[in-house]
C-alpha cells in the first residue's frame, strides 16, 4: 500500500482518522510504499543535510508492525522533488549522485536492518520524442549516454551506488506505460538489460496506472513475460484502476458509480492479480503495491486536471471508499489469491 504520511492531507500519522487508517494497512497488507515523503527533496534537502525524521516514523511504523518497505524513489526526473542544489550543482556530478544514494541506502540499512527492502533507484528515464528515447533531466544533462546505442551514465551510477551500499537490497527500474506501448517497454528492457549486464538491477516495475478497459490483460501478460524471460523480478508498483480514461479523446464523461460498476472494476483488479500470478514465477515476484488507500486520496483527480484540463470530482480508482469501507475491489484481489476465479 502507498501511504501518506507526515503531514500530508491523507497522513496515516496525522488525519483525522489516522488509526483507522493504520489499521486497514496493517490488517491488509505486508509492505508500504511512501506516496511522496521518501523521493529525494523530502530526504536530501541540502549537499550536506539529510532530513529523515519523516521517513524514520513510517519506516519505525512499518517495523513495528512486521511490515517491510519498498523505497520510491533513489532518482527521480520531477521537479517538485529534484533538490535544488542538484539543479545547478558545479562539483562532480557522478560523485555527488553516489552520495546521494548511499546516504539514503545506509540510513536505513544501518537503522532499521531489513525494514527497508527493496527500492525504485531510478524512476521514470523513458521518454519518447528525444533523439535516444531517454529523458532529458537534470540527471541525463549531466550524465548522458557514454556512446551512443548506450543507456545513460547517470542510471547506472545510481543503481552501481545502491549496489555497493546494500547488497541485500533488490533494486528495481520503474516506469509508467510499460504494458500500453511497445516502445517504452523495449526501452526499459535496454535499461535492464544493461544493468543487468553490470550485475546491479533485479527487476522491472510496472507502475500500472490504468483503466477499466485498457491496456488489455494480454498487453500485461506478455509485458510480464519478457522481464520473466530475462530472469528479472516484476513489482507492479503503483496499480490504480480509473473508471475513466481522460486520455481517450472527447470528454469522457464519468460512468455512474454503482454496483454495476464496482463489481466490474473488482473484476479488473482480480483479472490484473490473476495474470501477475500466472505469468510471473513465484521466485520472481516482486509484489504488488496499490497507490493510495481511499478513492478521494488518489493523486488521479489532479494529474487528471493537469493533463487534460478536465475536473472529476473522484474517479474511484482504489480499494478503499473515502469512509474507510472495503471496496468490491479488495476481494477481487483476494479471489485471485485465493484461485477463485475472477467473477
Ligand atoms: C505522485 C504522488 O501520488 C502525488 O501525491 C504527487 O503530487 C506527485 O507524485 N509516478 C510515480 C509517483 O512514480 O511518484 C507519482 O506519485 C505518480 C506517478
Same mark, same amino acid.
Given at each position: 500500500m502507498a501511504v501518506s504520511a507526515a503531514n500530508e492531507p491523507y497522513s496515516i500519522f496525522t488525519h483525522g482518522d489516522a488509526s483507522q487508517r493504520q489499521d486497514l494497512i496493517t490488517r491488509h497488507f505486508s509492505q508500504m510504499t511512501a506516496g511522496n515523503i521518501m523521493k529525494m527533496s523530502y530526504l536530501h534537502?541540502?549537499?550536506n543535510n539529510f532530513t529523515f525524521t519523516d521517513a524514520d516514523t513510517l519506516v519505525g511504523f512499518a517495523e513495528a508492525n512486521g511490515m517491510t518497505i519498498h523505497g @520510491?524513489? *533513489? %532518482?527521480? @526526473?520531477?521537479?517538485?522533488? %529534484?533538490?535544488?542544489?542538484?539543479?545547478?550543482?558545479?562539483?562532480?556530478f557522478s560523485a555527488m549522485l553516489t552520495d546521494h544514494v548511499q546516504g539514503v541506502v545506509n540510513h536505513f540499512k544501518t537503522n532499521f536492518p531489513g525494514v527497508v527492502t527493496s527500492w525504485d533507484v531510478v524512476n521514470e528515464a523513458v521518454e519518447q520524442g528525444t533523439s535516444d528515447g531517454y529523458r532529458r533531466s537534470v540527471f541525463y544533462d549531466r550524465l548522458p549516454p557514454a556512446a551512443a546505442g548506450e543507456v545513460p551514465e547517470y542510471i547506472k551510477v545510481a543503481f552501481q551506488a545502491a549496489r555497493d551500499a546494500d547488497p541485500s537490497l533488490d533494486l528495481y527500474y520503474n516506469d509508467y506505460d510499460n504494458t500500453a506501448n511497445s516502445a517504452r517497454l523495449a526501452k526499459t528492457l535496454d535499461i535492464a538489460q544493461a544493468l543487468k549486464d553490470d550485475g546491479t538491477i533485479d527487476g522491472v516495475g510496472f507502475q500500472m496506472h490504468i483503466y477499466m478497459d485498457y491496456p488489455s490483460i494480454k498487453n500485461f501478460k506478455d509485458a510480464f513475460q519478457k522481464v520473466v524471460d530475462m530472469g528479472l523480478k516484476v513489482k507492479i508498483t503503483e496499480m490504480d484502476v480509473a473508471v475513466v480514461n481522460p486520455y481517450a479523446g472527447g470528454t469522457p464523461k464519468l460512468p455512474k458509480y454503482d454496483e454495476q460498476l464496482t463489481d466490474r472494476q473488482k473484476k479488473r483488479f482480480c483479472q490484473v492479480t490473476e495474470v501477475y500470478l500466472d505469468t510471473v514465477p513465484a521466485n520472481l515476484r516482486g509484489g504488488m503495491t496499490i497507490w493510495g488507500l481511499t478513492d478521494d486520496e488518489s493523486w488521479l483527480m489532479s494529474q487528471f486536471a493537469n493533463a487534460t484540463g478536465a475536473v472529476y470530482e473522484? %474517479?474511484?480508482? *482504489? *480499494?478503499?471508499?473515502a469512509d474507510l469501507s472495503a471496496k468490491p475491489a479488495l476481494q477481487g484481489i483476494a479471489d485471485a489469491f485465493t484461485g477463485k476465479g475472477c467473477h
Open positions: 534537502r541540502t549537499e @520510491h524513489a *533513489l %532518482v527521480w @526526473h520531477s521537479d517538485y522533488q %529534484v533538490p535544488g542544489f542538484m539543479k545547478n550543482y558545479q562539483g562532480d473522484n %474517479v474511484w480508482p *482504489l *480499494l478503499f471508499n
